[in-house]
């Protein structure tokens, strides 16, 4: 499933701007959110690394790894973190590792190639492997079951249309939501994100932001979260279930929250990386 899904994926979503394909909104909207948050030292490092193509804007590359997992092979298996089923999260060294290396990588001067035994990549590569990334991890079903590939196997309906578990979090919430509450816009939605943030989560945000672990990007705290969540969302659901309100409306929330803070923890990083300083552009 995950295979078919990115097939179709490198055909329809190679560059579609504001575009309902795969998983593509959850990625704009963490990138959105984050860009918001940017000191104006890092947002201009930032609009320097990004390619011709993304039109200054860093949202409209953060699906681009989602097309490059052919290319660079090494980078298929960094997406995801699944774990047995036993809702204990396995600490993702791979990914973790990875991130770590994008991050000291972003972090220096000069425009050249790197060659590392993942592969070669560039330092706009990077940025945009490492935007991406953030925002998988937050993904609860990034983080599910080994052996259900994250719930990619689980063929579920979504109220009457035929869709899988991992898909109802990657996709269906988000596009569900918009239809229903934000006019079909996806920057009314990343709006009310952004209200919630100010607002209902204003006092754990600063939480968010903090990461004090070894692991510079908190990578695996990030996993820990998401592996938490995908449990409860694996709860009580099974081949065939069929997935309406009383599922949406628990959904939501979270999906919201995660996307809320992927945006926050990604500012925080590439402050970090481009301005010295975690501290949040306060808007
Ligand atoms: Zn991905």
């Known amino acids: 499933m995950l295979l078919v899904v990115h097939v179709l994926l490198v055909a329809a979503a190679v560059r579609t701007p504001a575009a309902h394909a795969w998983g593509k909104e959850g990625h704009y909207m963490v990138c959105k959110i984050a860009e918001s948050f940017l000191t104006k030292k890092a947002s201009a490092a930032v609009k320097d690394l990004l390619p011709g193509w993304a ?10 790894p989602d097309t490059q997992r052919f290319r660079y092979k090494w980078s298929s298996p960094l997406h995801f973190a699944d774990s047995p089923g036993d809702c204990k999260f396995d600490y993702a060294k791979d990914a973790s590792e990875h991130m770590l290396s994008l991050l000291v990588w972003l972090g220096k001067q000069g425009t050249a190639t790197t060659g590392t035994e993942r592969g070669t ?35 579920v309906h979504w109220y009457r249309r035929k869709s899988n578990l991992h898909h109802v979090w990657d996709v269906n919430v988000i596009e569900t ?16 994100i952004q209200r ?14 903090t990461c004090r672990i070894r692991t510079k990007t908190c990578a695996d ?8 969540l995908a449990c409860k969302a694996y709860e009580g659901v099974q081949q065939d279930s069929i997935l309406k309100d009383d599922y949406f409306f628990a959904a939501l929330p979270v999906v919201q929250k995660r996307i809320a803070q992927g945006g926050v923890r990604l500012a925080a990083i590439l402050n970090k990386i481009f301005s010295g300083n975690s501290r949040l552009q306060s808007s």
């Open 55 to 64: 039109g200054g804007d860093l949202a409209e590359t953060c699906s681009w």
């Open 121 to 155: 990549y560039d330092r706009s590569e990077s940025l945009m492997f490492l935007a991406h990334f953030v925002g998988d991890v937050h993904q609860p079903l990034h983080c599910g079951h080994t052996d259900d590939l994250g719930g990619n196997t689980i063929i």
């Open 177 to 192: 939501a918009m239809k229903n509450f934000y006019n079909n816009d996806v920057s009314t939605m990343i709006q009310a």
């Open 196 to 209: 919630n943030i100010t607002d209902v989560w204003s006092n754990e945000e600063k939480q968010w932001e």
């Open 221 to 228: 705290k990030y996993a820990e979260e998401s592996s938490k």
